[in-house]
């Protein structure tokens, strides 16, 4: 069964640093770009950063450039974001996931996302 | 960067209703667009890609079309687990930016 798992999400105080990671089963993950997108409670979704299968190219959206960077490690099939300098509205389900290029760059995979809170 | 604007915001049905949700892109995505579906504490499932078509083991009441910059989404039928929020989300360049989201609910 093709699947994304991610881990390392929880409290942080603002300022503060965390890294999440997504592990990939089930399928040739360095054959994939890979995304992370987020949901802030009772909130839309929020697509936030991209990598390619290889390592680039490396998108970011305005609200995060600078502060999370994705990337990746292909022998251990896992992707991370790297988040620095964490403010209140980064609190959020994060989700990674799949990127199918045979499917106009949709994301058909999905992980069942890990919760990131930025409080005092 | 390209906005998309999702409507309605909400809508409410009936099981057996035929519903549509519209999504307009701020600029022309060619067939780049593809829809979600999210139900409440669950990451969002892909249910149509290129605007109109359908993943694997996806129901064929769910349909898509469009080009360009309108787009609809169609559920023919309403099942009770089709109840849930819809997004639109153009890959046609970079920020890939999703629509609001249409909550869908029962009548």
């Known amino acids: 069964e093709e699947q994304l798992v991610e881990s390392g999400g929880g409290l942080v105080q603002p300022g503060g640093s965390l890294r999440l990671s997504c592990a990939a089963s089930?399928?040739?993950?360095?054959?994939?770009?890979m995304t992370w997108v987020r949901q802030a409670p009772g909130k839309g979704l929020e697509w936030i950063s991209y990598i390619g299968n290889s390592g680039d190219p490396l998108h970011h959206a305005d609200s995060v450039k600078g502060r999370l960077t994705i990337s990746r490690d292909n022998a251990k099939s896992s992707m991370y974001l790297h988040m620095n300098s964490l403010r209140v509205e980064d609190s959020a389900v994060y989700f990674c996931a799949r990127v199918e290029s045979g499917k106009y760059d949709a994301f058909d995979i999905w992980g069942q996302g890990t919760m990131v809170t930025v409080s005092s | 960067d390209i906005q998309m604007t999702q409507s309605p915001s909400s809508v409410s049905a009936s099981v057996g209703d035929r519903v549509t949700i519209t999504c307009r892109a701020s600029?022309?995505?060619?067939?780049?667009l593809a829809w979600y579906q999210q139900k409440p504490g669950k990451a969002p499932k892909l249910l149509i890609y290129g605007a109109s078509s359908l993943p694997s083991g996806v129901p064929s009441r769910f349909s898509g079309s469009g080009s360009g910059t309108d787009f609809t989404f169609t559920i023919s039928s309403l099942q009770p687990e089709d109840f849930a929020t819809y997004y639109c989300q153009h890959t046609k360049s970079f920020p890939f930016t999703f629509g609001q989201g249409t909550k869908l609910q029962i009548k």
């Open positions: 089930g399928f040739t993950f360095s054959l994939y770009d």
């Open positions: 600029q022309g995505i060619s067939t780049w």
